[in-house]
């Protein structure tokens, strides 16, 4: 079946406006996971989801980020008033069972968001 | 909290030699999961192998093996015999079992891995 999608693949933001970013989870997924990754760095947690519920925002840098999974599916990650250094590759993943049993997450493409 | 640590940035081999990639983990928990992923040029990262932590056993799997040890908090990954498409970085990540938590992984900071034909 189809992977964990992504979009758009590239995004170049002026500074100060408002992005949103998508990802689109596995069929089934229960779970499902945003990260950002720095140039050169790896991947840091943002927030979780499991199902619909938000159980942990506790990655986001600033009020200025906000998630959403209104039907448990489809997921949109919101940056409010960007700035440079909300530049960096933000990666969604999602995997199988809730967060108190383990599966493998698996990786989207990543959304390359560039602040000018 | 947990931390993840891979000290080597770059590594440079020729076709068909083996190569090992170190990380080093800490956490003050007692059950947790350990994983090697690969991220080739494209982006994606993809899942290549998991321990828990009551597992000690090392393994091969083709031509990927690591060697888990507890006592020096390492789980290094290697490499047989190294193909051209092998080029890509590797990240080391650690998740925690704790309770009420998310299984969020905690990643290195990645091994740029080039094998040169």
């Known amino acids: 079946g189809a992977g964990v999608s992504q979009s758009p693949r590239y995004k170049v933001a002026k500074r100060g406006q408002d992005v949103a970013l998508r990802c689109d989870p596995i069929?089934?997924?229960?779970?499902l996971f945003w990260y950002q990754q720095a140039l050169g760095q790896g991947p840091e947690f943002l927030t979780y989801?499991?199902?619909?519920?938000?159980?942990?925002k506790s990655g986001l840098p600033s009020d200025r980020f906000f998630a959403e999974r209104p039907e448990g599916s489809v997921s949109t990650l919101k940056i409010q008033r960007t700035q440079q250094e909300d530049s960096a590759v933000y990666l969604c993943?999602?995997?199988?069972?809730?967060?108190?049993?383990?599966?493998?997450?698996?990786f989207g493409p990543g959304t390359r968001l560039t602040v000018l | 909290a947990q931390k993840v640590t891979q000290a080597q940035t770059e590594i440079s081999v020729v076709e068909k030699e083996d190569v090992t990639l170190d990380c080093v983990y800490e956490?003050?928990?007692?059950?947790?999961?350990l994983f090697w992923y690969k991220q080739p040029p494209s982006g994606e990262l993809v899942f290549l192998i998991r321990?828990?932590?009551?597992?000690?056993q090392n393994e091969i799997s083709g031509r990927y093996s690591w060697n888990f040890q507890k006592s020096t908090s390492s789980f290094n990954f290697t490499i047989t015999a190294s193909q051209v498409v092998d080029s890509a970085v590797y990240f080391c990540?650690?998740?925690?079992?704790?309770?009420?938590?998310?299984?969020?992984?905690?990643f290195g900071s990645g091994t740029q891995l080039t094998v040169l034909p």
């Open positions: 990540a650690l998740s925690v079992i704790s309770s009420g938590s998310a299984r969020q992984l905690t």
């Open positions: 069929s089934g997924h229960v779970s």
């Open positions: 956490t003050r928990d007692t059950t947790y999961y």
């Open positions: 989801f499991q199902n619909e519920a938000q159980l942990d």
């Open positions: 993943a999602s995997s199988m069972g809730p967060h108190n049993s383990y599966n493998e997450q698996f």
């Open positions: 321990r828990n932590s009551f597992d000690e």
